[in-house]
Each structure stands twice: as C-alpha cells, then as structure tokens.
C-alpha cells in the first residue's frame, strides 16, 4: 500500500510530496486514512531547527488531525477498522507503537498527519462519534485541548476572573473561546496584527490591542506567541499573586528576562504540557461541549488547502496570517 506524504528532506527547505511504501504495522500500532491535518508553529519551528539539531531526516511532519481507521495491529484494542478518531500528540490510553520507516527512507514519529494514510501509535487516537464533522475534529488534537485547557485544567479560571492572552494563533484563539465560555473579564486579546484583533473581537475578547498599549493588570496570563518578548510583557501584566502560563516555544537557547522582585510580590510563573489535558477525557468533553453548551470551535478555521498547497499555507502561518489552518487530505 502506498501513501502521498508531504517530507521534510531538508533543514529551512519547502517540504517535498513523495508517493511513500507503507511498511506493515507493528504492535500497537494503527493505520488511519488522514481527512484533515492541523498545521501548528511547531511544525515551523521543526522545519526551521530551532529545537536543536534534527537527527531523523528525511522525515514526516504534523501532530494534529481526524481520519478513519483503516487497519490495527497486534495488540490494539482501543479501536477498530471503520472508527472515526481524532490523532493528537498528547499521550491518552494504548500501547505505545513507536516510529515507522517508510519507503526504506523516510522516517516518521508515533504521530505524523502530513500523510494521506499514516501509521499511528494506538496512544495518539481518541476514538469519536462517527456523526462529528471530522473537520472541526482535526482541532481536537492540538488547537483546542491546548488552549481552552490551559483556561479550564491549569488556570481553572472562575466567572469574573480577568485573562490577558498573547498571541492569537489557533491556540490563543482556542484559549479565548474557553475563557469567553467560563466568564472572564474582562478578556483582553494582545497581538500585533490588526486582523487577528478584529477575528478576537468577533469570539468575544472584551477589549483587543497591541502589546504597546497599556491596559489594567490581570489575573491571569496565557502567552502562545513564541516571542520572547510576549512572555515577558505577559508575565509583568498581572497582578500580585496572578498567574503567568507559557505555552509558546523560543528557538533553542534563547532565555526570557523577568523581575525577581514581581516573584516576591507573589506573581506566579508556569508551562503547560498540552493543557495539562487528559485528552481521552477531554476530547469528549469538548465534543459534548461543541454539541450541547454552545462551544463553537469552527470559526478558529481560518486557511484550509489540498496537501499539494501546504507549502504556501506553511508561508502564511510564518507571516502571521493564520489562525489555525488545516490541511484537507481527501
């Protein structure tokens, strides 16, 4: 069996589609037939190296999409040919399947959704209802258990509470329909781009400006730009005894400044893996909330392209235009 795959051959180079080999399963590990893949920042900062050296070229890309079941290996008893799932990075229950070599050539990670079939480890799949769009699925893997579980696991902001967020990518802007879900306010979006401002106002930011511009101290913060100057206005905006959280990713070896003193005045500072999400749980959670509760993700979907366009797309988000973009397999 084969597979269309968009690879990343080269450090700084546009990513190549090749007609791949796909080897046999291994246990614990599925074959899904990919319908939508997210693209994320961390996709940029892979095909930029900015982590650090990439040891594993040529290889796949993605870690945020919904397909269908296709076939399951040894072992696997979370789901069955037919399913409808949504693939995430974060961990949930399974086996772990590890990485796949295809082609003899090209490798790929536990998860990769740059494919229009890939092999996926049993621990990256949730199961869904096979009547949810598995457009707005593709979000549940990444997007929205990042950002609203930011709001709803780490800051567990209650009605009235003020947020600031930084940064109005698909993760910010996930954050903010959570917050705008649970009662902040005021609910201040920051950004440099006119547009994203505008599309904040739209979901419901109380107030949107540009990181120049002042505005009263809050009590939470959630930064998702990846500058290091966001993370530093962010974690100075809050009030005493306020919590500061990070999501956003620096280039490898570059360190953010803050005050020790705002330490003392008992201003907190935090990470986020993933929204501290269970995302077996929680996946379901934003379906029922989507379904039932008036959680509306879709209007995050700001790009949407066939695979043979992902390059262009890739450009987009690295310009600022995106929100979160989608990648339509089929």
Known sequence: MRTLAAVL??????????ELT?????????????HYSGLCHTQLNEIRALKGEDKYLPHTLGHEGSGIVLEVGESVTKVLPGDHVVLSW????????????????????????FLTKAIISENRL?????????????LLGCAVPTGAGVIFNTMKLQPGQSLAIF???GVGQSALLAARHRGAHPLIAVDVNPEKLAK????????????DQVFPPTDFAFECAGRKEAMEKAFSSIKPGGLCVIAGNLPSGQKIEINPFDLILGKRLSGTWGGESSIDHDVKNYIHLYQNKGFDFTPLI????????????????ASGKV???????L
């Open 9 to 18: 051959t080269q450090i700084g180079s546009p990513l190549e589609l090749q």
């Open 22 to 34: 796909i080897p046999p399963l291994k246990k614990g590990q599925v074959l899904v037939e990919i």
């Open 90 to 113: 974060i961990k949930g229950s399974g086996l772990e399947g590890g990485g796949s070599l295809y082609s003899d050539s090209v490798n790929s990670g536990s998860i990769s959704t």
């Open 126 to 138: 949730i199961p869904i209802p096979a009547d949810f769009p598995l457009k707005e699925a593709a």
């Open 167 to 169: 940064g109005l990518g």
């Open 200 to 211: 904040a106002l739209e979901l419901g930011a109380t107030h949107a400006v540009t990181p």
């Open 302 to 317: 700001t790009h949407m392209v066939g695979l043979q366009d992902l390059n262009n797309l890739i450009a987009d988000l």
């Open 323 to 329: 929100g979160r973009g989608l990648v339509q397999m």
